[in-house]
């Protein structure tokens, strides 16, 4: 049977498109810049915000991206005003935020399901959660065509980027942003936990394929289409679940990627090293020999 004559199917499979293709190009900056725990503690701390938007009737998104950007502002604050490093406040920030929106489900009961939340729920997409997933999708294509050079800028060398006169505290935030709302459009579609893979698996594996940023772009774009497509396919003649599926893929490719690598600096090692042999001229001596009479 194809299962793409079912409708739920082809629903899933362009959210998971959609999804992928913005988390791919986002991963390679983030991956750059240092940025996976930011994803991480983003993706965690907006919990409380959607159970908050949904007891109050808001769009879920309004919620999240609420809290993802106070997670966020709050580490930066700290940041600047203690001694403490960023990944130690990334792991107390993010955990309360995701402490408190456990409470607060606890608390509120409602249909908010938390395995969807945690899990996501790519068979369940509706047509509202597709279009906000095509809106962040193309959001993040505009930033990177328009603002692409200025961010790879960025990412490699704040410094420098400052020294050029580039609005970096600008640009942080808008890659900050774009980021909360890419995490926050995934989270229908493989949830909290399992959107900081797909925001870092890309990226992480075309990095180490391509030297050169735009072949990285592409690579990691292509590795992300191929696990959406080959992971919704293949979950359903497993029956698993598509998220799950989808980031095992992502881990693979990067397992396969990393062996390969390892396997070719080996190889590159017990390879014998050209020897350069010195080649001595020599100058044919002429020999007087005395001839006796």
Not at 183 to 199: C, D, N, R, T
Not at 205 to 232: D, H, N, P, Y
Not at 247 to 258: A, R
Request: charged residues 10%; hydrophobic residues 55%; aromatic residues 8%.
């Amino acid at each position: 049977m194809n299962p793409y004559q079912l409708t739920f199917m082809q629903d899933a499979l362009l959210m998971a498109i959609l999804v992928a293709l913005p988390c791919a190009l986002l991963s390679c900056y983030l991956v750059l810049k240092g940025w996976s725990l930011i994803g991480d503690a983003v993706a965690h701390a907006v919990l409380p915000g959607l159970v908050l938007a949904n007891l109050f009737g808001l769009p879920l998104i309004v919620g999240a991206f609420a809290a993802g950007s106070a997670c966020a502002t709050s580490v930066h604050w700290l940041k600047q005003n203690s001694r403490v490093k960023e990944d130690t406040l990334l792991g107390i920030v993010f955990s309360g935020f995701f402490a408190l929106g456990l409470i607060l489900q606890g608390q509120f009961p409602s249909d908010l399901h938390l395995d969807h939340i945690l899990f996501g729920n790519l068979l369940g997409i509706n047509h509202q959660q597709l279009l906000t997933a095509a809106i962040t999708g193309l959001v993040v294509l505009a930033l990177v065509l328009l603002k692409g050079r200025d961010l790879m800028l960025l990412s490699f060398d704040p410094a420098q980027a400052s020294v050029l006169g580039l609005p970096v505290q600008k640009l942080h935030w808008l890659l900050l942003s774009v980021m909360i709302a890419t995490i926050v459009a995934g989270l229908h579609a493989v949830g909290i936990i399992l959107v900081v893979a797909m925001l870092i698996a890309p990226g992480v594996t075309a990095f180490m394929l391509s030297k050169q940023f735009s072949r990285m772009l592409w690579i990691a774009c292509a590795i992300a289409l191929v696990t959406a497509v080959g992971g919704v396919t293949l979950s359903f003649y497993l029956d698993s679940a598509p998220g799950p599926t989808i980031v095992l893929l992502l881990t693979g490719c990067f397992v396969v990627t990393f062996a390969w690598q390892q396997y070719q600096i080996h190889r590159n090692q017990q390879r014998p090293q050209p020897t350069q042999q010195t080649t001595k001229a020599t100058r044919p001596s002429t020999t007087h020999s005395a001839q006796s009479h």
